[in-house]
């Protein structure tokens, strides 16, 4: 297996993010300038796929008031990656980050569209691990 690195990850992801594996919680307001928006979760378990590490996850204030988490990655040697921070194009913060267990087995909530993007970046990069 060829090793993935994080460049051709990071554009593996982008070229596959869209409206279907968007969260449906944000895809009404998904558009194709702002293609990050609703896939951390997803971008952060094939990144776990990949390098390991941790899962993180962090509540979602904007003017006060919460809406709803955001995920990202902590790889082994520390480094904390965020490859979809940039949907937070209206000034939202994230607070309380804390490191979280990934979810055994298939999630509950986005496996299809978690399977839909991992295969979509097995197209451009080739094999992935399977998931931990």
Same mark, same amino acid.
């Given at each position: 297996?060829?090793?993935?690195?994080?460049?051709?990850?990071?554009?593996a992801?982008?070229?596959?993010?869209?409206?279907?594996?968007?969260?449906?919680?944000?895809?009404?307001?998904?558009?194709?300038?702002?293609?990050?928006?609703g896939?951390?979760?997803?971008?952060a378990?094939?990144?776990n796929?990949?390098?390991?590490?941790?899962?993180?996850?962090g509540? $979602?204030? @904007? =003017?006060? #008031? /919460?809406?709803? +988490?955001?995920?990202?990655?902590r790889?082994?040697?520390? $480094?904390? @990656? =965020?490859? #979809? /921070?940039e949907? +937070?194009?209206?000034?939202?913060?994230?607070?309380?980050?804390?490191?979280?267990?990934?979810?055994?087995?298939?999630?509950?909530?986005?496996?299809?569209?978690?399977?839909?993007?991992?295969?979509?970046?097995?197209?451009?990069?080739?094999?992935?691990?399977?998931?931990a």
């Amino acid at each position: 297996m060829t090793p993935v690195n994080l460049l051709d990850l990071d554009r593996a992801l982008r070229a596959g993010w869209a409206a279907d594996t968007c969260s449906p919680d944000d895809q009404a307001d998904w558009r194709p300038g702002n293609p990050a928006w609703g896939h951390c979760d997803i971008t952060a378990l094939i990144v776990n796929d990949v390098f390991g590490g941790e899962l993180m996850v962090g509540e $979602v204030h @904007l =003017d006060g #008031t /919460r809406h709803g +988490f955001h995920w990202w990655n902590r790889l082994p040697n520390g $480094v904390e @990656l =965020d490859l #979809t /921070r940039e949907q +937070f194009r209206r000034g939202q913060t994230v607070t309380a980050a804390r490191a979280v267990e990934r979810p055994p087995g298939p999630l509950p909530r986005r496996w299809e569209e978690y399977l839909l993007l991992r295969e979509r970046v097995i197209e451009r990069l080739g094999h992935l691990p399977e998931p931990a």
